[in-house]
């Protein structure tokens, strides 16, 4: 027979992780907010790091040369939930909303090579740039973890804002930024 004082359940890191996982997919929001900015690499008002990425259709994105349009960068993986709610709004309320003025969108799956990229972009259809980090090597210049993230660029190279997540309130956000950076 159990002695009825010993008997308990003990949460170890494993299970405190699945709890932590659980109470974010139940609530939208992270567990614990200051693990979100320790994971961000880079700060507001700091030069973005360059990259060189290629697009799934070829073509090569330099950073770099793209000063002097606002830029937004966004990181996602294909099996992340709010990712998956986030890309079809930046189709439709940013890129199809901004693209013919100084502004420039891309969408860098994380973790992902190009042929499964290739075979998402086959079910579901964006128009603005997609490219692939298999290997996390421009993430890793942003941020350590956490998806989606938005980083907002504006004309001279600067980090003006950063996001985790996606909610409809921050998402609006990015979008005020977006305007006031094109109108300076």
């Known amino acids: 027979m ?12 494993w299970h405190m992780k699945k709890i932590l996982l659980l109470i974010w997919l139940v609530t939208g929001i992270p567990a614990v907010a200051d693990d979100k900015v320790e994971s961000t690499v880079t700060k507001i008002g ?14 090569e ?43 420039f969108l891309i969408a860098i799956g994380r973790e992902h090579t190009k ?19 298999p290997k996390r090597e421009i993430y890793s210049r ?6 989606p993230r938005n980083i907002l660029i504006d004309k001279t190279g600067t980090i003006i804002y950063q996001s985790v997540g996606y909610s409809k309130d921050e998402f609006q956000r990015i ?6 950076a094109l109108s300076q």
């Open 46 to 59: 700091q030069q973005a790091p360059n990259f060189l990425i290629k697009t799934l259709e070829g073509g």
């Open 175 to 180: 979008i005020d930024k977006i305007e006031e």
């Open 61 to 103: 994105i330099d950073l770099a040369e793209l000063r002097g349009r606002v830029v937004l960068l966004n990181f996602f993986a294909t099996w992340c939930s709010p990712c998956l709610q986030e890309l079809p709004h930046l189709e439709l309320d940013v890129w199809q909303r901004f693209k013919n003025h100084d502004f």
């Open 142 to 147: 942003f941020a350590t973890k956490y998806i």
């Open 2 to 13: 159990a002695d009825s004082q010993n008997v308990g359940y003990k949460i170890t890191g």
């Open 115 to 133: 042929r499964e990229l290739v075979t998402f972009t086959n079910i579901v259809t964006f128009t603005f740039p997609i490219a692939a980090d």
